[in-house]
Protein backbone atom coordinates (compact mmCIF):
# COMPACT_ATOMS: atom_id res chain seq x y z
CA UNK A 1 0.00 0.00 0.00
CA UNK A 2 1.80 3.61 -1.04
CA UNK A 3 1.17 6.62 0.35
CA UNK A 4 -1.69 8.61 -0.61
CA UNK A 5 -1.93 12.20 1.16
CA UNK A 6 -5.00 12.94 -0.90
CA UNK A 7 -7.23 11.11 1.31
CA UNK A 8 -6.09 13.95 3.97
CA UNK A 9 -8.59 16.66 3.04
CA UNK A 10 -11.60 14.56 3.44
CA UNK A 11 -10.79 14.02 7.07
CA UNK A 12 -9.50 18.10 7.24
CA UNK A 13 -12.50 18.70 9.68
CA UNK A 14 -11.62 15.91 12.18
CA UNK A 15 -8.54 17.28 12.62
CA UNK A 16 -8.90 20.92 12.28
CA UNK A 17 -11.65 20.63 15.38
CA UNK A 18 -8.34 18.91 17.06
CA UNK A 19 -6.53 21.44 16.48
CA UNK A 20 -9.02 23.96 18.17
CA UNK A 21 -8.82 22.08 21.03
CA UNK A 22 -5.01 21.64 21.09
CA UNK A 23 -4.67 25.31 20.25
CA UNK A 24 -7.48 26.21 23.46
CA UNK A 25 -5.79 23.56 26.14
CA UNK A 26 -2.45 25.25 25.15
CA UNK A 27 -3.74 29.13 25.51
CA UNK A 28 -6.21 27.95 28.84
CA UNK A 29 -2.91 26.06 30.63
CA UNK A 30 0.04 28.71 29.19
CA UNK A 31 -2.13 31.40 30.79
CA UNK A 32 -2.50 29.32 34.63
CA UNK A 33 0.80 28.57 33.74
CA UNK A 34 2.04 32.50 33.70
CA UNK A 35 0.02 33.69 36.50
CA UNK A 36 0.58 30.35 38.41
CA UNK A 37 4.41 30.83 37.77
CA UNK A 38 4.59 33.95 39.61
CA UNK A 39 2.08 33.55 42.12
CA UNK A 40 4.48 30.21 42.84
CA UNK A 41 7.48 32.04 42.92
CA UNK A 42 5.95 35.34 44.83
CA UNK A 43 4.87 32.92 47.45
CA UNK A 44 8.73 31.01 47.27
CA UNK A 45 10.37 34.23 47.85
CA UNK A 46 8.33 36.10 50.17
CA UNK A 47 5.26 34.11 51.50
CA UNK A 48 5.19 33.39 55.05
CA UNK A 49 6.65 29.86 55.78
CA UNK A 50 3.10 28.39 56.32
CA UNK A 51 2.39 28.79 52.94
CA UNK A 52 5.11 28.06 51.72
CA UNK A 53 6.05 24.62 52.50
CA UNK A 54 2.56 23.33 50.91
CA UNK A 55 3.74 25.49 48.50
CA UNK A 56 7.14 23.48 47.90
CA UNK A 57 5.07 20.10 48.62
CA UNK A 58 2.90 21.16 45.00
CA UNK A 59 6.00 21.90 43.51
CA UNK A 60 7.62 18.77 44.16
CA UNK A 61 4.91 16.28 43.08
CA UNK A 62 5.06 18.81 39.56
CA UNK A 63 8.40 18.62 39.04
CA UNK A 64 9.12 14.92 40.53
CA UNK A 65 5.77 12.72 38.72
CA UNK A 66 5.37 11.97 35.17
CA UNK A 67 2.57 14.39 33.55
CA UNK A 68 0.65 11.57 32.90
CA UNK A 69 0.49 10.26 36.61
CA UNK A 70 -0.44 14.14 37.73
CA UNK A 71 -3.67 14.10 34.38
CA UNK A 72 -4.51 10.78 36.02
CA UNK A 73 -4.88 12.41 39.29
CA UNK A 74 -6.25 15.33 38.58
CA UNK A 75 -9.28 13.66 35.88
CA UNK A 76 -10.02 10.32 37.79
CA UNK A 77 -8.28 11.14 41.00
CA UNK A 78 -10.19 14.15 41.86
CA UNK A 79 -13.46 12.00 41.57
CA UNK A 80 -13.44 10.53 44.55
CA UNK A 81 -13.25 13.36 46.72
CA UNK A 82 -16.04 14.68 44.64
CA UNK A 83 -14.63 17.24 42.05
CA UNK A 84 -15.57 15.46 38.56
CA UNK A 85 -13.90 18.76 36.21
CA UNK A 86 -14.44 17.98 32.55
CA UNK A 87 -11.65 16.36 30.52
CA UNK A 88 -10.98 19.81 29.12
CA UNK A 89 -10.58 21.63 32.70
CA UNK A 90 -8.74 18.57 34.08
CA UNK A 91 -6.50 18.74 30.85
CA UNK A 92 -5.62 22.26 31.39
CA UNK A 93 -5.36 22.29 35.19
CA UNK A 94 -2.67 19.43 34.88
CA UNK A 95 -0.61 20.80 32.02
CA UNK A 96 -0.81 24.63 33.50
CA UNK A 97 0.29 23.90 36.90
CA UNK A 98 2.39 21.22 36.09
CA UNK A 99 4.03 24.08 33.51
CA UNK A 100 3.79 26.88 36.54
CA UNK A 101 5.71 25.27 38.67
CA UNK A 102 8.73 25.48 35.66
CA UNK A 103 8.07 29.09 35.11
CA UNK A 104 8.12 30.12 38.94
CA UNK A 105 11.79 28.76 38.88
CA UNK A 106 12.64 31.05 36.27
CA UNK A 107 10.53 33.88 37.36
CA UNK A 108 12.07 34.07 40.93
CA UNK A 109 15.44 33.69 39.60
CA UNK A 110 14.88 36.24 37.73
CA UNK A 111 13.35 38.27 40.49
CA UNK A 112 16.55 37.57 42.44
CA UNK A 113 17.99 39.13 39.32
CA UNK A 114 16.30 42.42 39.30
CA UNK A 115 18.81 45.10 40.78
CA UNK A 116 18.35 45.58 44.57
CA UNK A 117 18.22 49.19 43.96
CA UNK A 118 15.30 48.73 42.15
CA UNK A 119 13.45 48.02 45.23
CA UNK A 120 15.37 50.53 46.89
CA UNK A 121 14.12 53.20 44.91
CA UNK A 122 10.85 52.40 44.74
CA UNK A 123 10.49 52.12 48.60
CA UNK A 124 12.20 55.57 48.76
CA UNK A 125 9.42 56.84 46.97
CA UNK A 126 6.88 55.49 49.41
CA UNK A 127 5.46 52.25 48.02
CA UNK A 128 5.33 49.23 50.03
CA UNK A 129 7.03 46.14 49.59
CA UNK A 130 3.81 44.90 47.72
CA UNK A 131 3.48 48.16 45.59
CA UNK A 132 7.35 47.64 44.53
CA UNK A 133 6.84 44.15 43.71
CA UNK A 134 3.82 44.74 41.70
CA UNK A 135 5.06 48.14 40.14
CA UNK A 136 8.58 47.46 39.88
CA UNK A 137 10.50 43.78 40.54
CA UNK A 138 8.02 42.03 38.92
CA UNK A 139 7.37 43.74 35.41
CA UNK A 140 11.19 43.48 35.34
CA UNK A 141 11.80 39.97 36.26
CA UNK A 142 8.80 38.67 33.54
CA UNK A 143 10.43 40.58 30.64
CA UNK A 144 14.01 39.05 31.67
CA UNK A 145 12.10 35.59 31.30
CA UNK A 146 10.12 35.77 28.31
CA UNK A 147 12.73 33.59 26.01
CA UNK A 148 12.76 30.94 28.38
CA UNK A 149 9.07 31.02 29.23
CA UNK A 150 8.52 30.73 25.73
CA UNK A 151 10.21 27.58 25.53
CA UNK A 152 8.42 26.15 28.05
CA UNK A 153 5.24 26.94 26.35
CA UNK A 154 6.18 24.78 22.97
CA UNK A 155 7.23 22.25 25.75
CA UNK A 156 3.70 23.04 27.00
CA UNK A 157 2.30 22.60 23.43
CA UNK A 158 3.75 19.08 22.49
CA UNK A 159 2.93 17.80 26.02
CA UNK A 160 -1.05 18.92 25.39
CA UNK A 161 -0.62 15.52 23.40
CA UNK A 162 -0.75 13.61 26.70
CA UNK A 163 -4.65 15.48 27.84
CA UNK A 164 -5.51 12.82 24.85
CA UNK A 165 -5.10 10.02 27.64
CA UNK A 166 -8.04 11.64 29.28
CA UNK A 167 -10.02 11.65 26.34
CA UNK A 168 -9.49 15.56 25.58
CA UNK A 169 -10.08 15.10 21.70
CA UNK A 170 -7.21 17.22 20.51
CA UNK A 171 -5.02 17.18 17.64
CA UNK A 172 -3.15 13.78 18.50
CA UNK A 173 -6.30 12.01 19.65
CA UNK A 174 -8.30 13.21 16.48
CA UNK A 175 -5.40 11.92 14.00
CA UNK A 176 -5.58 8.49 16.09
CA UNK A 177 -9.16 8.36 15.40
CA UNK A 178 -9.04 9.16 11.97
CA UNK A 179 -6.19 6.61 11.24
CA UNK A 180 -8.50 3.96 13.19
CA UNK A 181 -10.78 4.17 10.23
CA UNK A 182 -8.36 4.31 7.27
CA UNK A 183 -5.80 2.58 8.84
CA UNK A 184 -3.37 5.52 7.21
CA UNK A 185 -0.87 6.27 9.96
CA UNK A 186 1.44 7.73 8.28
CA UNK A 187 -0.42 10.34 6.01
CA UNK A 188 -2.03 11.10 9.02
CA UNK A 189 0.51 10.74 11.86
CA UNK A 190 2.66 13.73 9.27
CA UNK A 191 -0.38 15.39 8.76
CA UNK A 192 -0.95 16.30 12.49
CA UNK A 193 3.30 16.95 12.75
CA UNK A 194 2.55 19.53 9.99
CA UNK A 195 -0.46 21.13 12.35
CA UNK A 196 2.11 21.02 15.22
CA UNK A 197 4.52 22.73 13.36
CA UNK A 198 2.15 25.57 12.19
CA UNK A 199 1.03 25.98 15.84
CA UNK A 200 4.54 26.47 16.64
CA UNK A 201 5.44 28.89 14.42
CA UNK A 202 2.14 30.88 15.60
CA UNK A 203 3.79 30.61 18.79
CA UNK A 204 6.88 31.73 18.03
CA UNK A 205 5.76 34.92 15.92
CA UNK A 206 3.72 35.99 19.12
CA UNK A 207 6.74 35.63 21.44
CA UNK A 208 8.80 37.93 18.90
CA UNK A 209 6.32 40.36 19.10
CA UNK A 210 6.06 40.27 22.76
CA UNK A 211 9.61 40.99 22.79
CA UNK A 212 10.00 43.29 20.31
CA UNK A 213 7.61 45.85 21.87
CA UNK A 214 9.44 45.19 25.48
CA UNK A 215 12.96 45.45 24.31
CA UNK A 216 13.54 49.53 23.99
CA UNK A 217 12.13 49.19 28.11
CA UNK A 218 15.41 46.69 29.47
CA UNK B 1 8.30 70.97 70.49
CA UNK B 2 8.49 70.77 67.25
CA UNK B 3 8.72 74.67 67.25
CA UNK B 4 12.43 74.22 68.64
CA UNK B 5 13.64 71.39 67.57
CA UNK B 6 15.31 71.07 64.84
CA UNK B 7 13.96 70.13 61.28
CA UNK B 8 16.68 67.04 60.82
CA UNK B 9 17.36 66.13 64.10
CA UNK B 10 19.99 62.91 64.61
CA UNK B 11 20.73 61.81 68.31
CA UNK B 12 23.66 59.48 69.18
CA UNK B 13 22.85 57.40 66.11
CA UNK B 14 24.73 54.11 66.06
CA UNK B 15 24.73 51.47 63.56
CA UNK B 16 26.01 47.80 62.72
CA UNK B 17 26.60 45.59 60.64
CA UNK B 18 27.08 42.74 62.30
CA UNK B 19 30.44 43.12 64.53
CA UNK B 20 31.34 46.51 62.50
CA UNK B 21 30.18 49.54 63.76
CA UNK B 22 29.73 51.72 60.58
CA UNK B 23 28.20 54.83 62.97
CA UNK B 24 29.47 55.71 66.25
CA UNK B 25 27.48 57.82 67.94
CA UNK B 26 26.81 60.56 65.32
CA UNK B 27 24.81 63.74 66.04
CA UNK B 28 23.74 65.88 63.68
CA UNK B 29 20.81 68.36 63.16
CA UNK B 30 19.46 70.37 59.66
CA UNK B 31 17.46 73.40 60.07
CA UNK B 32 14.62 73.80 57.43
CA UNK B 33 16.58 75.08 54.16
CA UNK B 34 19.75 74.23 55.38
CA UNK B 35 22.24 72.62 52.62
CA UNK B 36 24.65 70.05 54.43
CA UNK B 37 27.37 68.65 52.26
CA UNK B 38 28.66 65.45 53.63
CA UNK B 39 32.63 64.03 52.64
CA UNK B 40 34.94 61.45 53.64
CA UNK B 41 36.77 58.57 52.28
CA UNK B 42 34.83 55.48 50.86
CA UNK B 43 33.66 53.69 53.88
CA UNK B 44 33.52 56.14 56.12
CA UNK B 45 29.61 55.56 56.46
CA UNK B 46 28.10 58.67 54.45
CA UNK B 47 25.78 56.79 52.72
CA UNK B 48 25.14 54.52 56.08
CA UNK B 49 23.90 57.97 57.54
CA UNK B 50 22.23 59.39 54.79
CA UNK B 51 20.02 56.03 54.46
CA UNK B 52 19.15 55.83 57.83
CA UNK B 53 17.38 58.99 57.23
CA UNK B 54 14.78 57.32 54.99
CA UNK B 55 15.51 54.27 57.33
CA UNK B 56 16.72 52.08 54.10
CA UNK B 57 18.93 51.17 56.47
CA UNK B 58 17.61 51.29 60.20
CA UNK B 59 20.31 52.46 62.97
CA UNK B 60 20.98 49.80 65.38
CA UNK B 61 20.62 52.74 68.23
CA UNK B 62 20.11 56.57 68.67
CA UNK B 63 16.82 58.67 67.30
CA UNK B 64 16.78 59.97 63.86
CA UNK B 65 13.94 63.34 64.10
CA UNK B 66 12.13 64.58 61.30
CA UNK B 67 10.13 67.83 61.28
CA UNK B 68 8.88 66.84 64.69
CA UNK B 69 8.59 63.20 64.10
CA UNK B 70 10.30 60.18 65.00
CA UNK B 71 11.77 58.03 62.23
CA UNK B 72 12.66 55.50 64.37
CA UNK B 73 9.89 55.21 66.67
CA UNK B 74 9.10 52.20 68.27
CA UNK B 75 5.89 50.43 66.33
CA UNK B 76 4.64 46.97 65.82
CA UNK B 77 5.49 46.08 62.44
CA UNK B 78 2.24 46.76 60.64
CA UNK B 79 2.12 50.52 61.79
CA UNK B 80 5.69 50.71 61.34
CA UNK B 81 4.96 49.89 57.92
CA UNK B 82 2.78 52.28 57.35
CA UNK B 83 4.52 55.05 59.20
CA UNK B 84 7.15 54.88 57.51
CA UNK B 85 5.82 54.44 53.76
CA UNK B 86 3.77 57.89 54.95
CA UNK B 87 7.23 59.11 55.66
CA UNK B 88 9.53 58.22 52.84
CA UNK B 89 6.93 60.43 50.72
CA UNK B 90 8.27 63.19 52.35
CA UNK B 91 11.92 62.27 51.31
CA UNK B 92 14.00 62.08 48.23
CA UNK B 93 16.36 60.23 47.70
CA UNK B 94 19.07 60.37 44.54
CA UNK B 95 21.33 57.43 44.40
CA UNK B 96 24.50 57.01 42.81
CA UNK B 97 23.64 54.95 39.80
CA UNK B 98 20.32 56.57 39.16
CA UNK B 99 17.75 53.24 39.85
CA UNK B 100 15.25 54.67 36.92
CA UNK B 101 12.76 51.80 36.70
CA UNK B 102 13.83 50.53 32.98
CA UNK B 103 10.66 49.29 31.92
CA UNK B 104 8.97 52.61 32.32
CA UNK B 105 9.04 55.33 30.27
CA UNK B 106 10.93 58.39 31.77
CA UNK B 107 6.79 59.91 32.44
CA UNK B 108 5.74 56.81 33.54
CA UNK B 109 8.86 56.55 36.03
CA UNK B 110 7.36 60.40 37.04
CA UNK B 111 4.18 59.66 37.41
CA UNK B 112 4.29 56.26 39.13
CA UNK B 113 4.66 57.12 42.78
CA UNK B 114 2.00 60.43 42.58
CA UNK B 115 -0.67 58.03 40.81
CA UNK B 116 -0.24 54.85 43.21
CA UNK B 117 0.23 56.91 46.53
CA UNK B 118 -1.40 59.89 46.22
CA UNK B 119 -4.34 58.96 43.82
CA UNK B 120 -3.39 61.45 41.49
CA UNK B 121 -5.47 61.04 37.90
CA UNK B 122 -3.71 60.01 34.68
CA UNK B 123 -3.99 63.71 33.81
CA UNK B 124 -2.79 65.74 37.10
CA UNK B 125 0.34 62.87 37.09
CA UNK B 126 0.97 63.74 33.40
CA UNK B 127 0.97 67.51 34.23
CA UNK B 128 3.48 66.77 37.22
CA UNK B 129 5.36 64.85 35.56
CA UNK B 130 5.73 67.75 32.55
CA UNK B 131 6.25 70.46 34.95
CA UNK B 132 9.17 68.58 37.46
CA UNK B 133 10.78 67.33 33.39
CA UNK B 134 10.41 70.59 32.74
CA UNK B 135 12.35 71.83 35.59
CA UNK B 136 15.45 69.62 35.43
CA UNK B 137 15.35 70.40 31.67
CA UNK B 138 14.01 66.70 30.05
CA UNK B 139 10.67 67.42 29.34
CA UNK B 140 11.47 66.63 25.70
CA UNK B 141 12.62 63.13 26.27
CA UNK B 142 9.60 62.73 28.01
CA UNK B 143 8.84 59.45 26.08
CA UNK B 144 12.41 58.13 25.92
CA UNK B 145 13.17 55.13 27.82
CA UNK B 146 15.73 55.27 30.35
CA UNK B 147 18.34 53.31 28.48
CA UNK B 148 17.85 55.82 25.55
CA UNK B 149 19.43 58.24 27.98
CA UNK B 150 23.06 59.34 28.69
CA UNK B 151 23.92 59.13 32.70
CA UNK B 152 23.10 62.88 33.38
CA UNK B 153 19.88 62.46 31.90
CA UNK B 154 19.14 59.77 33.63
CA UNK B 155 19.96 61.30 36.91
CA UNK B 156 17.94 64.55 36.42
CA UNK B 157 15.18 62.53 35.50
CA UNK B 158 15.72 60.44 38.94
CA UNK B 159 15.71 63.53 40.80
CA UNK B 160 12.52 64.97 38.85
CA UNK B 161 10.61 61.46 40.02
CA UNK B 162 12.05 62.42 43.65
CA UNK B 163 10.37 66.10 43.29
CA UNK B 164 7.41 64.74 42.27
CA UNK B 165 6.15 63.54 45.51
CA UNK B 166 7.09 66.98 46.94
CA UNK B 167 9.43 66.01 50.01
CA UNK B 168 10.46 68.50 52.08
CA UNK B 169 14.07 66.86 52.64
CA UNK B 170 16.27 65.72 50.02
CA UNK B 171 19.41 63.40 49.96
CA UNK B 172 22.02 63.11 47.43
CA UNK B 173 24.15 60.13 47.72
CA UNK B 174 27.13 61.01 45.38
CA UNK B 175 24.42 61.59 42.50
CA UNK B 176 27.24 62.51 39.78
CA UNK B 177 30.54 60.07 40.90
CA UNK B 178 29.34 57.90 38.39
CA UNK B 179 28.82 60.02 35.53
CA UNK B 180 31.29 61.05 32.76
CA UNK B 181 33.09 64.27 33.84
CA UNK B 182 31.65 66.40 31.16
CA UNK B 183 28.03 65.14 32.36
CA UNK B 184 28.73 66.46 36.43
CA UNK B 185 27.75 70.00 35.76
CA UNK B 186 23.82 69.56 33.86
CA UNK B 187 23.39 67.96 37.32
CA UNK B 188 24.75 69.92 39.37
CA UNK B 189 23.01 73.16 38.21
CA UNK B 190 20.10 71.04 38.84
CA UNK B 191 20.74 70.78 42.19
CA UNK B 192 22.04 74.68 42.29
CA UNK B 193 18.76 75.52 41.31
CA UNK B 194 17.35 73.78 44.09
CA UNK B 195 19.34 75.25 46.30
CA UNK B 196 17.66 78.50 44.91
CA UNK B 197 14.54 77.45 46.20
CA UNK B 198 15.27 76.86 49.49
CA UNK B 199 15.14 73.02 49.26
CA UNK B 200 16.20 71.31 52.54
CA UNK B 201 19.08 69.22 51.19
CA UNK B 202 21.96 66.77 52.65
CA UNK B 203 24.22 65.96 49.98
CA UNK B 204 27.18 62.95 50.10
CA UNK B 205 29.57 63.93 47.55
CA UNK B 206 33.39 63.74 46.25
CA UNK B 207 33.27 67.07 44.69
CA UNK B 208 34.37 69.42 46.78
CA UNK B 209 34.36 72.56 44.63
CA UNK B 210 30.77 71.68 43.99
CA UNK B 211 29.98 71.33 47.94
CA UNK B 212 32.04 74.48 48.76
CA UNK B 213 29.67 76.54 46.29
CA UNK B 214 26.31 75.03 47.79
CA UNK B 215 26.48 73.92 50.99
CA UNK B 216 25.72 76.32 54.43
CA UNK B 217 27.45 73.51 56.19
CA UNK B 218 30.24 70.76 55.85
CA UNK B 219 30.39 67.63 57.56
CA UNK B 220 33.82 65.54 57.12
CA UNK B 221 33.06 62.16 58.16
CA UNK B 222 35.64 58.86 58.67
CA UNK B 223 35.58 56.18 60.32
CA UNK B 224 31.96 56.27 61.70
CA UNK B 225 32.14 59.35 63.40
CA UNK B 226 31.81 63.33 62.50
CA UNK B 227 35.33 64.41 63.00
CA UNK B 228 34.57 67.98 62.09
CA UNK B 229 31.57 70.00 60.98
CA UNK B 230 31.53 74.15 60.12
CA UNK B 231 31.04 76.49 57.26
CA UNK B 232 32.88 75.50 54.00
CA UNK B 233 35.22 78.13 54.12
CA UNK B 234 36.03 76.48 57.33
CA UNK B 235 36.29 72.94 56.45
CA UNK B 236 37.87 73.30 53.25
CA UNK B 237 40.50 76.34 53.76
CA UNK B 238 41.03 75.95 57.61
CA UNK B 239 40.47 72.98 58.71
CA UNK B 240 41.04 72.24 62.34
CA UNK B 241 41.37 68.68 62.59
CA UNK B 242 44.36 66.98 61.25
CA UNK B 243 42.17 64.07 59.81
CA UNK B 244 40.51 66.16 57.61
CA UNK B 245 43.64 68.00 56.36
CA UNK B 246 44.86 64.41 55.44
CA UNK B 247 41.80 63.63 53.67
CA UNK B 248 41.54 67.22 51.59
CA UNK B 249 45.09 66.78 50.50
CA UNK B 250 44.86 63.36 49.38
CA UNK B 251 41.85 64.79 47.62
CA UNK B 252 43.03 67.36 46.00
CA UNK B 253 46.57 65.22 44.84
CA UNK B 254 43.92 61.92 43.43
CA UNK B 255 42.00 64.93 42.09
CA UNK B 256 44.92 66.25 40.27
N1 LIG C 1 24.48 46.16 54.00
C1 LIG C 1 25.72 46.14 54.55
N2 LIG C 1 26.17 45.02 55.15
C2 LIG C 1 27.39 45.00 55.71
N3 LIG C 1 28.25 46.02 55.72
C3 LIG C 1 27.86 47.16 55.13
C4 LIG C 1 26.59 47.29 54.52
N4 LIG C 1 26.47 48.53 54.01
C5 LIG C 1 27.62 49.15 54.29
N5 LIG C 1 28.45 48.33 54.97
C6 LIG C 1 29.78 48.70 55.48
O1 LIG C 1 29.64 49.86 56.23
C7 LIG C 1 30.77 50.70 56.03
C8 LIG C 1 30.29 52.07 55.65
O2 LIG C 1 29.69 51.98 54.36
P1 LIG C 1 29.04 53.21 53.63
O3 LIG C 1 28.08 53.87 54.55
O4 LIG C 1 28.53 52.74 52.34
O5 LIG C 1 30.29 54.17 53.43
P2 LIG C 1 30.48 55.38 52.42
O6 LIG C 1 29.17 55.72 51.84
O7 LIG C 1 31.04 56.46 53.25
O8 LIG C 1 31.46 54.92 51.40
C9 LIG C 1 31.64 50.03 55.00
O9 LIG C 1 32.68 49.39 55.68
C10 LIG C 1 30.74 49.05 54.37
O10 LIG C 1 31.46 47.92 53.94
MG1 LIG D 1 28.57 55.62 49.84
Given at each position: ???????????????????????????????????????????????????????????????????????????????????????F???????????????????????????????????T???????A????????A??????????????????????????????????????G??????????????F??????????????????I???? | ??Q?????????????F????V??D??L?????????????????????????????????????L????????L??R??E????????????????F????????????????????????????R???????H???????E?????????????????????M?????????????L?????????????????????????????????????????????????????????????????????????????
Amino acid sequence: MGLDFSIVPKYLDILLLGVAWTVGITLAAALLSFVGGILFALVALYGPWLLRQPFRLVSWVFMGTPLLLQLFLIYFGLVQIGIDLPAFVAGSIGLGLHFAVYNSELIQAAILAVDRGQMEAARTLGLSRGQALRKVVVPQAVRAVIPPIGNNMIALLKDSALVSVIGVSELTLSAQRVIGKTYRPFEFYLAAAAFYYVINLCMEWVQRKIERRISVSR
Amino acid sequence: MAQNQPFVDIRHAQKSFGKVEVLKDISLTVERGQIVGIIGSSGSGKSTLLRAINDLDPLSGGEIWLDGVQVNKKLPHRQYEAHINALRQQVGMVFQHFNLFPHLSVRDNVTMAPMLLKNLSRAEANRLAEEQLDHVGMLERIEYYPSQLSGGQKQRVAIARALAMKPKLMLFDEATSALDPELVEEVNLVMKKLAEQHMTMIIVTHEMDFAASVCDRVLFMDKGVVVEEGPPQVIFKNPTQPRTREFLRKHIEGAS
